[in-house]
């Protein structure tokens, strides 16, 4: 976690010129079971703002519709440290390499476009930020990429702090 409060976190948002922004809260219909996660508080909060759309498990390679995944043993910084793992909820088939790339793939474009703010669906294994799914249930913690870019020093925004 940034350490920032809510307040801090929505403050830093307001004043970010350019926003890296999970693809499916701008509409794209790109989640696990091909559905969007359309915000219009998303959309509000960045009018006027570059926005850099990301969707870290589409930007690995997995596809639309794609088996839901999950954390298992740890949270996203766990998963970074080799502690944890991601895989199908259903099959167990493991995904961490993926989720390592797709948040491998976020940070690169945050760096190129100078982001210092990210806005992120909450709970996502890849992209939670207060909260995401472990071992069957969701937990406080964040997801692989979301704690990548936390990690990397940028401040990460939740759809749920809006
Ligand atoms: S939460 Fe993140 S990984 Fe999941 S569909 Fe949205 S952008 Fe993609």
């Given at each position: 976690m940034s350490g920032l409060t809510r307040?801090?976190?929505v403050a830093a948002l307001r004043e970010a010129s350019?926003?890296?922004?999970s693809a499916c809260l701008l509409g794209e219909a790109c989640r696990y079971d091909a559905k969007s996660k359309g915000s219009h508080k998303v959309i509000q909060a960045l009018e006027g703002k570059e926005v850099v759309p990301v969707c870290p498990e589409t930007g690995a390679g997995l596809g639309i519709p794609r088996p839901a995944v999950e954390l298992k043993g740890g949270a996203g910084a766990e998963?970074?440290?080799?502690l944890a793992s991601a895989a199908e909820v259903e099959s167990g088939k493991d995904q961490t390499k993926a989720f390592l790339l797709g948040a491998e793939l976020a940070l690169a474009a945050a760096k190129r476009f100078g982001v210092r703010v990210a806005l992120l669906k909450e709970r996502s294994p890849s992209c939670g930020t207060h909260g995401t799914h472990v071992d069957g249930r969701v937990v406080r913690g964040q997801g692989v990429t979301a704690a990548l870019l936390a990690q990397s020093g940028l401040i990460v925004v939740s759809d749920e702090d809006l």
């Open positions: 307040e801090e976190r350019v926003v890296l922004v998963v970074l440290a080799g």
